[in-house]
């Protein structure tokens, strides 16, 4: 008998920056595989003085309680330094481990964006040139 073959994981990542904010947006599974690199994106990201960032969530496949927990210490980080980061356009399956991880990984309070509360001008990346950070 063999073992089955398990496809590896994949993350896109691509990075927008205008208006004063960084626009993060995800495609594909997040998980202990692909971790590292939405890490290096967000620690780039909050190296502004009050950094206010807004990841983009719907191309996620899959989240695993490792990558709510960078997202919600990349929150907090965020806040500490004057700023914000939302989490936005999450799919049902992945916002369901969102609302599971709240208060077992840290508090997830003012991270999800449940209602679009952007303004319908602010609701999408401002429109540049895209940089991708990382595309495993």
Not at 18 to 28: K, P
Not at 79 to 91: E, F, I, N
Not at 124 to 134: E, F, G, L, M, S
Request: negative net charge; contains cysteine.
């Amino acid at each position: 008998m063999r073992a089955a073959q398990i496809p590896p994981s994949t993350l896109g990542i691509d990075v927008l920056s205008g208006a004063g904010e960084e626009w993060i947006t995800l495609s594909g599974e997040l998980d202990i595989a692909t971790v590292p690199p939405l890490r290096e994106a967000l620690g780039l990201c909050l190296l502004a003085p009050s950094p206010r960032i807004v990841i983009d969530a719907a191309g996620l496949s899959f989240i695993a309680v490792i990558g709510v927990r960078l997202v919600a210490i990349a929150h907090k980080d965020a806040l500490d330094r004057g700023g914000s980061l939302v989490v936005r356009g999450l799919t049902p399956a992945v916002r369901r481990v969102f609302e599971l991880c709240d208060g077992l990984v840290l508090p997830l309070h003012g991270l999800l964006d449940h209602h679009s509360a952007l303004a319908p001008d602010r609701a999408r990346p401002p429109q540049t040139t895209p940089t991708v950070v990382a595309a495993a």
